[in-house]
C-alpha cells in the first residue's frame, strides 16, 4: 500500500502548483480523500478532503477559492491544483486517505478533518517566494 505524491517545488506569489499523488495496493475511490499541510512547529493541518461515497468536497478557510482537489479513478491518483499561491501557503504537503472527511471550526476558521485515517504519503515540499 502506497501513496507516491509528485509536483512540489517552487512557486512565486501568485503562482500555481498541482500536486499528485498516485495510490498503488488500493482504489483511491474507496476512500475519502485529503491533502494536509504541515510548517516546522506548527501541528499538521487539514487543507482540503473529498468525500468516498458521498462525493462531498471540503476546503479549509485558508486555501477556499484558490486550492482544487480532485480524483482520477481510471489513474488512481488524486490531485491539488492550487493557484494564487501566497507565501504562507509554504508547507510540507501530505496526501491521504481515509474512512471519512469534514471540517470543524478552530480559532473561528474552518479546517478539514480526516477520520480513520488509513494511510498517509510522503510529504512534498511546496514553496512559495519571489
Known amino acids: 500500500v502506497q501513496l507516491v505524491p509528485s509536483g512540489g517545488g517552487l512557486a512565486q506569489p501568485g503562482g500555481s502548483l498541482r500536486l499528485s499523488c498516485t495510490a498503488s495496493?488500493?482504489?483511491?475511490?474507496?476512500?475519502?480523500i485529503g491533502w494536509f499541510r504541515q510548517v516546522p512547529g506548527k501541528e499538521r493541518e487539514g487543507v482540503s478532503c473529498?468525500?468516498?461515497?458521498?462525493?462531498?468536497?471540503y476546503y479549509a478557510d485558508s486555501v477556499n477559492g484558490r486550492f482544487t482537489i480532485s480524483r482520477d479513478g481510471a489513474e488512481n491518483t488524486m490531485y491539488l491544483q492550487m493557484s494564487s499561491l501566497k507565501p504562507e501557503d509554504t508547507a510540507v504537503y501530505y496526501c491521504?486517505?481515509?474512512?471519512?472527511?469534514?471540517?470543524?471550526?478552530?480559532?473561528?476558521?474552518?479546517?478539514?478533518?480526516?477520520?480513520?485515517?488509513?494511510?498517509w504519503g510522503k510529504g512534498t515540499l511546496v514553496t512559495v517566494a519571489s
Open positions: 473529498l468525500g468516498a461515497s458521498d462525493g462531498m468536497i
Open positions: 495496493g488500493f482504489s483511491l475511490d474507496d476512500y475519502a
Open positions: 491521504a486517505a481515509s474512512t471519512s472527511c469534514g471540517y470543524t471550526y478552530y480559532g473561528g476558521a474552518r479546517i478539514v478533518m480526516g477520520y480513520g485515517m488509513y494511510h
